[in-house]
């Protein structure tokens, strides 16, 4: 999406240096009814879509999906991925605290998502200049856009500052944090109002909005993190029964970028995605602006392979070119050790060689890699380029949230219709569950959604949702250069610290934890 962002002070500023000095006096002193503010901005359909299209941006920026804030927290302290070196330590060693990468850009860039999308609803709610499609549309996409911002910040850190309107610098600098249940409560009353407002999907220049559904699934996981099961259920069966959505024959595909042009990216199993496609008519998507650079991290780097360098290095070079592949990444997740372990996964599951790899071409390769989620193409996708979209929620997903809600609510016995529905393509023959208790359900549900969901940044936040994300860790094998991170993790690492930075500007976030999550 492109950067379209209505700072409006600073444009006034650039328009008084442009004018002589004599001019620029007389031009504030007249009556401004004219110009270019909030007020006069919103006066046709399409200007308000320019306003959203200016929070969509957001999603693509450094500090939120481009590169790794946000998989800093939700990704890489877990059981599932590492690098091939030691490239992002204080992660991957489970070693942040208060004022050690605490997510500041990461915390600053939701709360601007949340300024902007505050300030159009402000703006397009009850605008008699606009066509009611047009409010329904964008203040659907808008409440699906800052609830999101605070599904993150909820998440993440808990309590946090909570507002939904434009508040004055002196009010936005004295918030204490507000209870998470509380802000959760009302994300999902605004995502129940966007579900009404939103179409069922979008086509052309608009693929990469947000649908309905989209607004449904973060409904759901919404309910999830909040234990309200039947919450969950009832958001997740809407979108299985009632949605467009449907599951991908082969595994594989799922996530299969192959020469896919900018439509073919997105899969009808994908429900809630960041678009990085470059779309031209509205630029939802980045292409040259804002790669997606974490994408870059499933890649390997070429200086890192092949095993035997020396005596395959060409070929390998050449078995690349040969396909338009290019090994220009960072090398930044690589299966640890369990995951990589096929002896892990469940005998015939066919999930385990669409995942990972320790071989191009049939080529050993030094590192095993998440082969899933590789876009090797270096005509549509090089480095510094990066456009696949980043996939926050799927089908299966839902799929496997329903059948968690229905064990927790009822045990078992119709939740595995739901999870034998995602196993029916990971095994052939097929191998559904059955026979279990509700804690089994439980507990055989950790491992279904790490095979099925790992490297889409679910897995820390489903273990601290679980509550066992400290032992887990404890018990997990890691890589040399990050081994320490198992004696390192402690309870408050399963939330991260207010930044300092922030604290040093208003101290009463401190009001209502002065441990500010343990890190003090």
């Not at 850190?157 to 507000?178: H, K, M, N, Q, Y």
């Not at 790992?454 to 066992?468: A, F, M, T, Y």
């Not at 890691?478 to 922030?502: S, T």
Request: charged share 25%.
């Amino acid at each position: 999406m492109k950067d379209i962002k209505l700072h409006l002070t600073k444009l006034l500023m650039v328009m008084c240096l442009v004018i002589i000095p004599s001019a620029c006096e007389e031009y504030l002193a007249e009556d401004f009814r004219d110009g270019l503010s909030p007020a006069t901005f919103y006066n046709s359909d399409e200007e308000a879509k320019i306003a959203v299209n200016g929070v969509y941006s957001m999603l693509t920026s450094d500090g939120w999906f481009k590169h790794r804030d946000r998989p800093a927290w939700w990704q890489i302290p877990a059981d599932e991925i590492s690098s091939t070196r030691n490239i992002f330590k204080e992660a991957h060693n489970i070693t942040w605290d208060e004022g050690v990468m605490d997510g500041e850009r990461y915390w600053n860039t939701l709360y601007e998502t949340i300024r902007n999308a505050s300030d159009a609803i402000s703006n397009i709610s009850g605008n008699e200049k606009l066509s009611q499609t047009s409010k329904d549309h964008s203040l659907g996409q808008l409440y699906t856009l800052r609830a999101l911002a605070y599904y993150d910040l909820t998440c993440v850190w808990g309590d946090v500052p909570f507002f939904t309107e434009i508040l004055a610098p002196e009010e936005l600098a004295s918030l204490e944090r507000t209870p998470v249940k509380t802000i959760r409560d009302a994300m999902v009353a605004d995502l129940q109002t966007a579900y009404g407002m939103l179409p069922d999907s979008w086509s052309g220049s608009d693929l990469g909005r947000f649908s309905k559904w989209a607004a449904r699934a973060l409904e759901a996981k919404f309910h999830m993190f909040a234990k309200n099961w039947q919450g969950m259920l009832t958001a997740c069966k809407d979108i299985i029964d009632n949605s467009p959505h449907r599951l991908m024959e082969n595994f594989g595909d799922v996530y299969n970028w192959t020469n896919a042009t900018y439509t073919t990216k997105v899969k009808p199993e994908h429900i809630l995605w960041i678009d990085f496609t470059g779309l031209p008519a509205d630029g939802l998507g980045t292409n040259n602006e804002n790669n997606y650079q974490r994408g870059h991290d499933f890649v390997p780097r070429l200086r890192d392979e092949p095993k035997d360098k020396k005596g395959r290095q060409g070929e390998l070079k050449a078995a690349l070119a040969a396909n338009n592949h290019d090994f220009g990444g960072y090398g930044g997740a690589s299966p640890l050790p369990l995951l990589a372990d096929r002896s892990s996964w469940d005998a015939g599951d066919l999930r385990y060689d669409e995942t990972i790899t320790q071989e191009y071409e049939g080529i050993p390769l030094k590192f095993k890699y998440l082969k899933k989620l590789w876009n090797l193409n270096n005509l549509l996708s090089p480095r510094f380029n990066k456009m696949e979209n980043f996939v926050m929620i799927r089908l299966a997903d839902i799929y496997l949230m329903a059948g968690e809600a229905e064990n927790e609510l009822n045990g078992p016995g119709n939740a595995y219709q739901y999870v034998n529905k995602v196993r029916e393509r990971a095994f052939e023959p097929d191998q559904p569950w059955s026979g279990m208790t509700q804690q089994q359900f439980r507990e055989e549900m950790y491992e279904e959604r790490l095979h099925e969901l790992c490297g889409e940044s679910h897995r820390k936040p489903d273990l601290v949702r679980w509550g066992i994300y400290v032992d887990h860790i404890r018990n997990t094998q890691f890589q040399k250069h990050n081994a320490p991170a198992a004696q390192n993790v402690q309870d408050k690492h399963q939330y991260a610290p207010i930044p300092l930075a922030e604290i040093q500007l208003n101290p009463n976030l401190l009001n209502t934890d002065p441990t500010n999550n343990g890190y003090r």
